[in-house]
């Protein structure tokens, strides 16, 4: 049995410790928003927070994140409370298929809530493991400047606080 906070609450699973996170999130806690890409730990689908740290979670055994703090792209807000990140993402139309943007809004969150004002070259160099088949990486760009304030006017960012009353 594995302990760990989840979102901000407390779970217990019974698998086998050498079970991959993704898969212990999507197959036995049904959170499916975390998408399986390579499953080499080579494009960044599968990212989580682990301690707020973005995580490649595909080869992640779950003994690993026993008594840790687990946050998913579910936990960062959904589509009646959007955080402020995920509300930059839609005013800067940054999904085309979607498939890599749970790991991407991880990433991104990650960078912010460690240097809440990045340089093009940080965002760089913070988002350089998450690939995007689509091309939408000048829109994450602009999307994580926007989040930072630059220019939305917004000094921090802080995604356990959702932006109340966003709509999709
Ligand atoms: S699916 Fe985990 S890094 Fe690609
Ligand atoms: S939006 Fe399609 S892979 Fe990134």
Redesign the pocket.
Known sequence: MISFELNGKAVEVDVSLDTPLLWVMRDHLKLKGTKFGCGMGLCGACSMLIDGVSTRTCILPIAAVANRKVTTIEGLGNPQMLSTLQQAWVENS????????SG?LISASALLNSNPNPSDQQIDDAMSGN??????YPNIKKAIKAAAGQQLGVQTFDPSQPREGAEV
């Not at 940054?94 to 943007?101: A, K, N, R, T």
């Not at 690939?131 to 939408?136: E, L, S, V």
């Open positions: 940054v999904p085309q298929c979607g498939y890599c943007q991407q690939i995007c088949r689509c091309g939408t």
